[in-house]
């Protein structure tokens, strides 16, 4: 019983057309979902937290009249939902590549990943943990950019310790991460943006 809905402005926002269901009734979609992007061509895109226990991007390619889901999953990875209420984000390079950035469910916490995709969402390829190489084993509130193509940007906040951030025991210290790719998301390098400067 639960949908998300989308109307579209062709007045800048005086006026807006019927709302539609962003998901079918058999995507098993729920929960809270992220902010719509376009692509150049046109293309819009809503991250979703969770379709049938996996992250998705709900897809228009006719300015928002009617959309599918497509799952984030690919050869050897199914992007799993976030622990608590966390929204994953979309960013969308000048080429159309998408890269979709997501908190994904792991034992003792929650890790920062990204996944492309170039064929709007319908494969997904070089899904990475963002926060390995600093150890990280929470992250929440991932947002993502991107640019020329071949370029993008993750920036989330971090913490290395484990558990359920949302407990009122978890002693974690967070700090903004912030990651980028020139290759098209082959790899990634982040860095602390805030290492003298903790983020509560």
Same mark, same amino acid.
């Given at each position: 019983g639960v949908n998300g809905l989308c109307s579209r402005s062709d007045t800048g926002g005086l006026t807006?057309?019927?709302?539609?269901?962003?998901?079918?009734?058999?995507?098993?979609?729920?929960?809270?979902?992220?902010?719509?992007?376009v692509a150049p061509d046109g293309t819009v895109y809503v991250p979703v937290r969770g379709c049938n226990n996996v992250?998705?991007?709900s897809v228009s390619e006719d300015a928002g009249t009617t959309?599918?889901?497509r799952r984030v999953q690919g050869a050897g990875f199914s992007a799993k939902p976030p622990p608590g209420i966390l929204d994953p984000t979309v960013g969308i390079a000048s080429d159309g590549t998408i890269y979709f950035a997501y908190i994904s469910g792991e034992t003792g916490g929650g890790r920062a990943r990204v996944a492309v995709?170039?064929?709007? @969402?319908? &494969?997904?390829?070089? %899904?990475?943990?963002?926060? #390995?190489?600093? $150890?990280?084993?929470?992250?929440?509130? /991932?947002t993502a950019i991107a640019g020329d193509p071949n370029r993008a940007a993750?920036?989330?906040? @971090?913490? &290395?310790?484990?558990? %359920?951030?949302?407990?009122? #025991?978890?002693? $974690?210290?967070?700090?903004?991460?912030? /990651?980028?790719?020139y290759d098209g998301g082959k790899t990634w390098v982040t860095v602390n943006a805030t290492p003298g400067a903790p983020v509560q």
């Amino acid at each position: 019983g639960v949908n998300g809905l989308c109307s579209r402005s062709d007045t800048g926002g005086l006026t807006f057309n019927r709302s539609v269901p962003i998901f079918g009734v058999t995507d098993g979609c729920g929960g809270i979902h992220g902010h719509p992007k376009v692509a150049p061509d046109g293309t819009v895109y809503v991250p979703v937290r969770g379709c049938n226990n996996v992250q998705a991007v709900s897809v228009s390619e006719d300015a928002g009249t009617t959309w599918k889901v497509r799952r984030v999953q690919g050869a050897g990875f199914s992007a799993k939902p976030p622990p608590g209420i966390l929204d994953p984000t979309v960013g969308i390079a000048s080429d159309g590549t998408i890269y979709f950035a997501y908190i994904s469910g792991e034992t003792g916490g929650g890790r920062a990943r990204v996944a492309v995709s170039r064929d709007k @969402g319908l &494969t997904w390829s070089n %899904d990475t943990d963002l926060g #390995a190489s600093h $150890g990280l084993n929470n992250a929440v509130f /991932a947002t993502a950019i991107a640019g020329d193509p071949n370029r993008a940007a993750v920036a989330f906040l @971090g913490s &290395t310790e484990p558990g %359920d951030h949302q407990s009122a #025991a978890f002693k $974690g210290t967070w700090y903004v991460y912030i /990651a980028h790719t020139y290759d098209g998301g082959k790899t990634w390098v982040t860095v602390n943006a805030t290492p003298g400067a903790p983020v509560q």
